[in-house]
C-alpha cells in the first residue's frame, strides 16, 4: 500500500520554487508591460486630447456672437442691416458687493424689481468668468452713465455689440422676417453652444429664417485664463468673429417701401414683378408688425394688439392670403377662348345677364352688343358666361395654370399658399360631387371655388404682358430664361389690347391712367365677394368691415413694351376700380416719377394720420389705453347694426355658387 504522505526532498523543493518564480515574475513583466503601453498610449496617441483638456481647464472661452450679414436691394441699398448695440454685463469674479452694484445699476438703467431679481439669480448660479446680462439696446446716455460710475462698479462689463435693424421697419416686415433668441427646443437639437451666448440670435421669419445658414456667419471667442477654482486671471487674446454673408435680393428698397405705405390704413397686399425676368421688385402686405420691435423683444401690450387685430398683421398676405380673383381673371378666361378658336370679333349681346335653366346669373349691368375687345373693358360677365359655357372647364383650367394660377414657387421665404384652380377631376375629389354649369359660368369670371394669392396674380400680370412664363424670384443672380407661353402670340395681343381699353379707354379703372402722356398702363378690375349681400347692404356700405367685398386689380406698363407688371388686392376694399387700381396707379407712377408718387403719398397720409410708424404707435397707444378703461356703452345704432350683421351672417360664403354682379364693379362715371 502506497504511503500517502509524500515525502518532499531537497530536489523537489527546488522545482517548486523555481516553477512559481516563473510564474511570478512572468506576471510582473506583464503588468510592467500593459503599465508601460497605457503610459505611451497617453503619452503619445492621447497626447494632443489631454493637451487640450488641461489649457480647457486653464482657459475658458466664452463665445462672441458673429456679425449678421446684410440684406440688400437691387443696388446695394440695405433692408436688414446691423445697429452698434449697447449692452451692460456682469462679470461674477470681479464684483464686490453685488447687492449694492445691483442697486446703483437699478437706479441708473432704471431697472425693474422682476428684473433684479433676474440678475442677482443668475449671479448665484453662473460660472465666475461667464458675464450675466444686465441689460441690452441701451442708448448712449444709460450706457455713458454707467461708464461715469465704472470706478465704483467693480466688476460691470459695458460693451458694444450689433443688433439687428431694419431700417424701413414694418414696410419689410414680411419680407424679411425678424431674428429673435433661441428656444430650447432649438437648443436641444443642436447642442450649440451659440444658441446660448448672450447677445445671439438667429432668424425667426420670412428670409432671416430661410437664409440663416448664410446669414449667421461665424462666431469669435474671447479666451480667459482662470485658476483651478475658476477665478479669473487674466484675458487672453480674442479671436474676431466672421460676420455673414451680404446677400442681395432682386427687391427694389424704394419701392418697396412705398408700396406699403401707399396700401394705406387698410389691409392687403401690392406685388410688383419684372417682366423681362421675374424679379420681385416689391411685395408689400399691410398691416404688419415691426420687426425691430421683434428682435428687441416685443411686449406683452403690442403682441397682443397684433393677434387681436381683425386684419391679421401677422400673416403675409402677399403669400398666405387667399382670394377669389373675381373679374382679373377675365383675361385667362379671355386666352381659353381664343385658343379654343373662337373669333374674338363674335359678338354676345348682353341684356343684364345670363339664364342657365331657372337660374339667373346677373351681370354689371345691360352693356349691349359685346365683342371680346369691348367685354374685356367693361367687365362684362354675360360674355363670359356664354364664352366660357361654350369652351368648357377644361379650357379653362388649361390657361389659368398656364398663366401660373395654382403654383407654388421656389421662394427663400418659409411659407406660401399655392390656392386652386378648379376643374371636373378636383371636385370630384374634393366634394365628392360631379362638375355643373354652374360652377364653369362662376369659374369663368373669377368666382366658385377658384383661389389665388396676390402673387399668383401678379404672375398672371406678367405673363400676359410679356408673353412668356417668367417665374418669380427674389435672390438676384437667380434669373432663368423663361420659356414662351404656349398661347398664341396674336392672342396675347388681343388680351392686352382688352386691358389697354380697361384704363385708357372706355373700361372700368379709367380714373387710374397714368398721368404722362407717353407712358400706357393695361390692367383688369376685379371685386370678389365675401358674403352675398343683398338690399341696403350692396357693395358693404352699411355691413361689418370683415363682410365686405375685395377689390382687386392686375396691371403692366407699358403697354407698348410691357417691362413691370402688378397686383393689387385691398381686403373689403368693396371694388377693384375704386381701392386697388389708384393704389397700383401711383405704384406704377413711382416707378417713372417717384417725386410726383411721393407729393402724392404725403398728401394721403396726411388725410390717414401720418406714415407707417406713427400710425402704428397711435394704434398701440389707444389699444394700452382701451386695455385699462371701462367697457363703453353700446352705440344709438346698435340695432341697425346688429341687423346688417344678421343680414350678411346668414348669406353664404364666397364660394358659393352666385355671379360676380353681387360683387357691384361699377364702371366710372
Given at each position: 500500500m502506497a504511503n500517502p504522505f509524500a515525502i518532499a526532498n531537497e530536489a523537489k523543493q527546488t522545482f517548486t520554487f523555481t516553477r512559481r518564480a516563473a510564474i511570478v515574475s512572468t506576471l510582473q513583466i506583464g503588468v510592467g508591460v500593459l503599465?508601460?503601453?497605457?503610459?505611451?498610449?497617453?503619452?503619445?496617441?492621447?497626447?494632443?486630447?489631454?493637451?487640450?483638456?488641461?489649457?480647457?481647464?486653464?482657459?475658458?472661452?466664452?463665445?462672441?456672437?458673429?456679425?449678421?450679414?446684410?440684406?440688400?436691394?437691387?443696388?446695394?441699398?440695405?433692408?436688414?442691416?446691423?445697429?452698434?448695440?449697447?449692452?451692460?454685463?456682469?462679470?461674477?469674479?470681479?464684483?464686490?458687493a453685488p447687492d449694492r452694484v445691483i442697486a446703483t445699476l437699478a437706479n441708473v438703467l432704471n431697472l425693474t424689481p422682476d428684473e433684479q431679481a433676474r440678475i442677482a439669480a443668475e449671479l448665484k448660479r453662473s460660472a465666475g468668468f461667464q458675464p450675466v446680462q444686465v441689460a441690452e439696446n441701451l442708448d448712449w446716455d444709460r450706457f455713458a452713465a454707467v461708464g461715469l460710475?465704472?470706478?465704483?462698479?467693480p466688476g460691470i462689463?459695458?460693451?458694444?455689440?450689433?443688433?439687428?435693424?431694419?431700417?424701413?421697419?414694418?414696410?419689410?416686415?414680411?419680407?424679411?422676417?425678424?431674428?429673435?433668441?433661441?428656444?430650447?427646443?432649438?437648443?436641444?437639437?443642436?447642442?450649440?453652444?451659440?444658441l446660448v451666448t448672450p447677445g445671439f440670435k438667429l432668424g425667426k421669419d420670412g428670409l432671416e429664417k430661410v437664409l440663416e445658414s448664410r446669414l449667421r456667419g461665424k462666431p469669435g471667442a474671447k479666451r480667459i485664463e482662470v485658476t483651478a477654482r475658476g477665478k479669473l486671471v487674466r484675458e487672453l487674446a480674442t479671436r474676431p468673429d466672421v460676420p455673414g454673408e451680404t446677400v442681395r435680393l432682386t427687391v427694389d428698397a424704394g419701392l418697396q417701401e412705398y408700396a406699403a405705405r401707399r396700401l394705406g390704413p387698410g389691409s392687403g397686399s401690392a406685388?410688383?414683378?419684372?417682366?423681362?425676368?421675374?424679379?420681385?421688385?416689391?411685395?408689400?402686405?399691410?398691416?404688419?408688425?415691426?420687426?425691430?420691435?421683434?428682435?428687441?423683444?416685443?411686449?406683452?401690450?403690442?403682441?397682443?394688439?397684433?393677434?387681436?387685430?381683425?386684419?391679421?398683421?401677422?400673416?403675409?398676405?402677399?403669400?398666405?392670403?387667399?382670394?377669389?380673383?373675381?373679374?382679373?381673371?377675365?383675361?385667362?378666361?379671355?386666352?381659353a377662348i381664343l385658343e379654343s378658336g373662337i373669333d374674338p370679333r363674335r359678338v354676345v349681346y348682353c341684356n343684364g345677364g345670363?339664364?342657365?335653366?331657372?337660374?339667373?346669373?346677373?351681370?354689371?349691368?345691360?352693356?349691349?352688343?359685346?365683342?371680346?375687345?369691348?367685354a374685356i373693358a367693361r367687365s362684362c360677365n354675360t360674355y363670359f358666361y356664354s364664352m366660357g359655357r361654350e369652351v368648357g372647364i377644361a379650357a379653362i383650367a388649361r390657361s389659368a395654370r398656364a398663366l401660373g394660377m395654382g403654383q407654388e414657387y421656389d421662394l427663400p421665404l418659409p411659407s406660401q399658399r399655392y390656392g386652386t384652380v378648379p376643374d371636373a377631376e378636383w371636385k370630384l375629389r374634393r366634394h365628392k360631387q360631379a362638375w355643373g354649369q354652374a360652377d364653369t359660368l362662376n369659374t369663368s369670371i373669377g368666382q366658385g371655388f377658384l383661389l389665388g394669392s396676390p402673387?399668383?396674380?401678379?404672375?398672371?400680370?406678367?405673363?400676359?404682358?410679356?408673353?412668356?412664363?417668367?417665374?418669380?424670384?427674389?435672390?438676384?443672380?437667380?434669373?432663368?430664361?423663361?420659356a414662351a407661353l404656349p398661347m398664341s402670340p396674336e392672342h396675347?395681343?388681343?388680351?392686352?389690347?382688352?386691358?389697354?381699353?380697361?384704363?385708357?379707354?372706355?373700361?372700368?379703372?379709367?380714373?387710374?391712367?397714368?398721368?404722362?402722356?407717353?407712358?400706357?398702363?393695361?390692367?383688369?378690375?376685379?371685386?370678389?365677394?365675401?358674403?352675398?349681400?343683398?338690399?341696403?347692404a350692396r357693395g358693404g356700405a352699411n355691413v361689418p368691415w370683415k363682410y365686405r367685398d375685395h377689390g382687386l386689380f392686375i396691371c403692366f406698363a407699358p403697354v407698348a413694351n410691357p417691362r413691370f407688371a402688378a397686383a393689387v388686392v385691398?381686403?373689403?376694399?368693396?371694388?377693384?376700380?375704386?381701392?386697388?387700381?389708384?393704389?397700383?396707379?401711383?405704384?406704377?407712377?413711382?416707378?417713372?416719377?417717384?417725386?410726383?408718387?411721393?407729393?402724392?403719398?404725403?398728401?394721403?397720409?396726411?388725410?390717414?394720420?401720418?406714415?407707417?410708424?406713427?400710425?402704428?404707435?397711435?394704434?398701440?397707444t389707444a389699444f394700452a389705453a382701451s386695455r385699462n378703461a371701462p367697457p363703453a356703452p353700446p352705440p344709438a345704432d346698435a340695432a341697425a347694426a346688429s341687423g346688417a350683421v344678421a343680414n350678411a351672417a346668414a348669406d353664404t360664403t364666397a364660394n358659393s355658387t352666385e355671379t360676380e354682379a353681387d360683387a357691384g364693379e361699377v364702371p366710372p362715371t
Open positions: 503599465l508601460a503601453g497605457r503610459l505611451t498610449w497617453l503619452a503619445v496617441a492621447e497626447n494632443d486630447r489631454y493637451s487640450l483638456l488641461s489649457e480647457s481647464n486653464r482657459v475658458n472661452t466664452t463665445l462672441v456672437p458673429p456679425r449678421r450679414g446684410w440684406l440688400v436691394d437691387r443696388s446695394g441699398v440695405p433692408i436688414a442691416d446691423n445697429r452698434t448695440d449697447f449692452r451692460v454685463d456682469i462679470i461674477p469674479d470681479r464684483v464686490e460710475r465704472l470706478p465704483e462698479l462689463a459695458p460693451t458694444r455689440g450689433f443688433s439687428r435693424n431694419y431700417p424701413a421697419g414694418a414696410a419689410v416686415a414680411h419680407l424679411t422676417g425678424y431674428v429673435g433668441m433661441a428656444n430650447a427646443e432649438q437648443y436641444r437639437e443642436t447642442r450649440d453652444p451659440l406685388v410688383v414683378l419684372d417682366c423681362l425676368t421675374g424679379g420681385i421688385l416689391a411685395m408689400a402686405s399691410m398691416p404688419a408688425y415691426d420687426p425691430n420691435s421683434f428682435s428687441d423683444g416685443i411686449s406683452n401690450n403690442e403682441y397682443t394688439m397684433l393677434r387681436e387685430d381683425e386684419r391679421i398683421p401677422l400673416m403675409n398676405k402677399s403669400l398666405q392670403g387667399l382670394y377669389p380673383p373675381g373679374s382679373t381673371f377675365k383675361p385667362a378666361t379671355a386666352l345670363y339664364q342657365l335653366g331657372n337660374r339667373r346669373f346677373g351681370c354689371l349691368g345691360r352693356h349691349g352688343p359685346m365683342t371680346m375687345h369691348t402673387l399668383q396674380l401678379a404672375v398672371l400680370a406678367a405673363r400676359v404682358a410679356s408673353g412668356r412664363a417668367v417665374v418669380p424670384h427674389l435672390l438676384l443672380g437667380a434669373e432663368t430664361p423663361a396675347l395681343a388681343i388680351v392686352r389690347s382688352g386691358m389697354d381699353e380697361v384704363v385708357n379707354g372706355h373700361g372700368t379703372a379709367g380714373r387710374s391712367r397714368l398721368p404722362f402722356p407717353d407712358i400706357r398702363m393695361g390692367g383688369k378690375t376685379g371685386t370678389a365677394q365675401v358674403r352675398r349681400l343683398s338690399g341696403m385691398i381686403e373689403h376694399g368693396m371694388s377693384g376700380s375704386g381701392a386697388a387700381a389708384p393704389v397700383a396707379s401711383d405704384i406704377m407712377t413711382y416707378i417713372f416719377d417717384k417725386e410726383r408718387a411721393l407729393a402724392k403719398l404725403a398728401a394721403l397720409e396726411k388725410d390717414w394720420g401720418g406714415d407707417i410708424r406713427t400710425r402704428m404707435t397711435a394704434q398701440a
